[in-house]
C-alpha cells in the first residue's frame, strides 16, 4: 500500500474515533425462544471497516488503462448499466481523470469519454481479447484516430466494479458552513452517449458505496471543526454495499453533520439511512404539498440476501443486528422500531415512500421546508 493509500486510509479510520456501537462483544448466548425484532448490540469497530477498506481497495486497484501517453489505473466510481456492461472512472497519478464503458458481450464496443472534450469508441469484443485465469486483456485502437489501446482487468473483482458507488461529493465552503452536495458521476456520460434513451432520471441517479466513504472522510479531515451539512441533490437509488454504509453514516454523526433533501432530490434504500445520520434532518419539498410521499423523496423498503427475505432470517442474525444498532445509534429509542417498519414497508424489489405521519412516529425528518 503506497504511502497515499496509508494516509488516506489512516484519515477515513481517525473520522470512525468515537462511533462503535453496541456492548463492545460480538458474541451471543443461545436463544431459546422466538425473538420478535433483533437487539441492537453490534459493536462497529475501527478493525472491521479496516478489513473492508483493504478488501474494497483491491477492486479499485484492479483495472489499468493505457490510452494516449497516460496510464489509468484507480477507480473512482462504478455503476452497472446492463448485463455485462459497466461504466467506470479512471485517474491517473496527474489526478486527471477519464470515463470508460467496458463491454464483456463477444461482439462489443467499449467508450472512452472525457468531460465536455470528448468520446471515442474501440473494438473490444472477444477478438480483441486476451482471458487468463487472473486477468482480461485487451489490445485494441480508437475509431476516430486510431490510437493504441491497451485495457487490463482483474477478473474475480470485474463484477464488483458497479458496488463501488456512483455518487460525487462537493464540498462547498459557504462563510459560515461547508456545504457537501451529492451529484451524479456519470450524468454527462449517459447524456452524451445515449441521448435520449437514457431518460433524465436515470441520468441524475447514482449509488452509495466505498466510494462515498472515502470521499467523505477526505472532506471532514479537510473541514474538521467546522459546521456541515451534506444536501442530496440528486436521486440516490441506494447503497451498493451496505456493509461499508452504514460506517458512512457512523462518520455523518460523529462528526455532527446535519443531512438535508433538497428539491431537486430524494433519497431511497440506503440513501435514507445517511439522511437518518444527521444531526438535524430536512427535507424541502419538490412540490408544496403535506402528502410529501407524492414527491417521492425520501424511500424505503425490505432487503433480502437473494435467497431468503429479511423476515425468513431469524432476527438475531448478525445482518439484522447491524441495521438495529445502526437505527438506535441515529433515531434513538424509535431505531428499532423503524428498521423493522422498513422491513414491513415494500419487498426488496419494491418501494415505499415515507408520509409525514411515518416520519413523525420515527421522528425521521426534523424539518419541512419550501
Request: aromatic share 10%.
Amino acid at each position: 500500500m503506497t504511502s497515499y493509500r496509508k494516509l488516506l486510509l489512516a484519515s477515513s479510520l481517525m473520522v470512525l474515533a468515537g462511533c462503535n456501537s453496541g456492548s463492545g462483544s460480538d458474541s451471543k448466548a443461545t436463544i431459546t425462544k422466538q425473538v420478535t425484532k433483533p437487539t441492537a448490540d453490534y459493536n462497529f469497530n475501527n478493525e472491521e471497516i479496516t478489513e473492508l477498506y483493504i478488501n474494497r481497495d483491491k477492486v479499485l486497484n484492479s483495472v489499468n488503462f493505457y490510452y494516449n501517453g497516460q496510464v489509468y489505473d484507480r477507480v473512482l466510481f462504478g455503476e452497472e448499466l446492463d448485463d455485462n456492461i459497466i461504466v467506470i472512472r479512471l485517474m491517473d497519478k496527474y489526478a486527471e481523470t477519464i470515463d470508460l464503458m467496458i463491454n464483456r458481450n463477444e461482439e462489443a464496443e467499449c467508450i472512452i469519454y472525457s468531460d465536455n472534450q470528448y468520446s471515442d469508441k474501440f473494438d473490444c469484443g472477444k477478438e480483441v481479447q486476451s482471458v487468463g485465469e487472473e486477468t482480461t486483456v485487451i489490445q485494441s485502437k480508437s475509431v476516430n484516430d486510431y490510437t493504441p489501446i491497451l485495457l487490463e482487468y482483474k477478473n474475480e473483482d470485474f463484477e464488483y466494479l458497479s458496488h463501488i458507488g456512483s455518487t460525487v461529493l462537493t464540498a462547498i465552503n459557504e462563510y459560515d458552513q461547508v456545504d457537501i452536495e451529492t451529484s451524479a458521476a456519470f450524468k454527462n456520460f449517459l447524456r452524451d452517449n445515449f441521448g435520449q434513451d437514457v431518460s433524465e432520471r436515470d441520468q441524475n441517479s447514482s449509488t452509495l458505496g466505498i466510494s462515498t466513504f472515502i470521499q467523505l472522510g477526505n472532506i471532514v479531515q479537510t473541514y474538521t471543526g467546522r459546521e456541515m451539512l451534506l444536501k442530496f441533490d440528486n436521486i440516490i437509488n441506494g447503497s451498493s454495499d451496505d456493509d461499508v454504509n452504514m460506517y458512512t453514516g457512523l462518520m455523518i454523526r460523529n462528526h455532527e453533520i446535519a443531512t438535508m433533501v433538497t428539491k431537486n432530490g430524494s433519497v431511497f434504500s440506503g440513501g435514507t439511512d445517511l439522511f437518518s445520520a444527521g444531526v438535524e434532518r430536512t427535507l424541502e419539498r419538490k412540490a408544496p404539498t403535506n402528502a410529501i410521499e407524492l414527491n417521492k423523496q425520501v424511500g424505503v423498503h425490505s432487503w433480502s440476501d437473494g435467497e431468503k427475505t429479511a423476515k425468513e432470517i431469524p432476527y438475531s442474525d448478525v445482518s439484522h443486528r447491524k441495521q438495529a444498532t445502526y437505527f438506535k445509534t441515529m433515531l434513538g429509542d424509535k431505531g428499532v422500531d423503524f428498521y423493522m417498519y422498513t422491513l414491513d414497508s415494500a419487498p426488496a424489489s419494491g418501494e415505499h415512500w415515507v408520509t409525514k405521519k411515518e416520519s413523525d412516529k420515527y421522528n425521521l425528518i426534523h424539518n419541512i421546508v419550501d
